[in-house]
């Protein structure tokens, strides 16, 4: 693949979800998870501009299995919003494992969106909750700076980086996904898929760039 040139005010880089929670020793944890962080650190150095995501649950919500009595996690249940998968209890707000990981430079983050916090909703994408309306607010944000392109990087490749690239693109941002900088979860369907196999797909299908570190310039 080409190399990317940075355009230094319109491209900014996007860290999804860089928490404890969701890496080895966390309660969601990603196989790999951790990997992210060096990676993430030698991309803050390239870009000029970056947000953070945090998934913040509250105790007892919704998308959580110990809220669904006779539910495991991973199962899928129907919600009014659509089919849901249960996790284990996770970033739950204020716990330590619900920060940011100590050892990402958050020197040029300059805004930290919080997501999952509205009890009965859950959410993965950046922009929007499960039900795909209810707004984060950072579209908004975004857009009064001038950013056009989205780098993304983070937890969990086939849950929140794929929904928040899904809601960019429809937003009307261009938008790349950094695999290297990105690590998934991997769970087994209904249909005898992966979500990492429907989340490529998905991207694939949306125009999406899977870019690695190396091509950006
Ligand atoms: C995530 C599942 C539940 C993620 C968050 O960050 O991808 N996945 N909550
Ligand atoms: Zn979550």
């Avoid at 539910?71 to 659509?82: A, I, K, Q, S, W």
Wanted: proline share 6%; hydrophobic share 40%; charged share 25%.
């Amino acid at each position: 693949m080409d190399a990317i040139a940075i355009e230094r005010e319109t491209d900014i880089l996007g860290l999804v979800d860089v928490q404890p929670t969701f890496m080895p020793g966390g309660e969601l944890a990603v196989a790999d998870g951790d990997a992210v962080v060096p990676a993430i650190n030698r991309l803050l150095a390239r870009f000029d501009h970056a947000f953070a995501t945090q998934d913040w649950h509250p105790a007892g919500h919704t998308s959580f299995a110990s809220a669904h009595p006779g539910r495991l996690p991973y199962d899928t249940v129907p919600m009014p919003y659509g089919e849901q998968v249960l996790w284990p209890d996770h970033a739950l707000q204020g716990s330590a494992n619900a920060a940011l990981h100590r050892d990402v430079d958050l020197t040029k983050v300059e805004v930290i969106v919080r997501k999952g916090f509205h009890p009965a909703i859950d959410s993965y994408s950046t922009f929007f909750e499960n039900d795909r309306r209810t707004p984060t607010g950072l579209d908004g944000w975004l857009r009064q700076r001038g950013f056009r392109r989205i780098f993304l990087a983070g937890l969990a490749t086939d849950f929140c980086v794929t929904w928040s690239a899904e809601d960019a693109v429809r937003l009307g941002y261009d938008v790349a996904v950094i695999e290297d900088a990105c690590r998934g979860i991997g769970v087994p369907l209904p249909n005898g898929r992966t979500s990492m196999d429907e989340a490529r797909e998905r991207l694939a299908r949306l125009g999406v760039a899977l870019v690695t570190s190396a091509d950006i310039r």
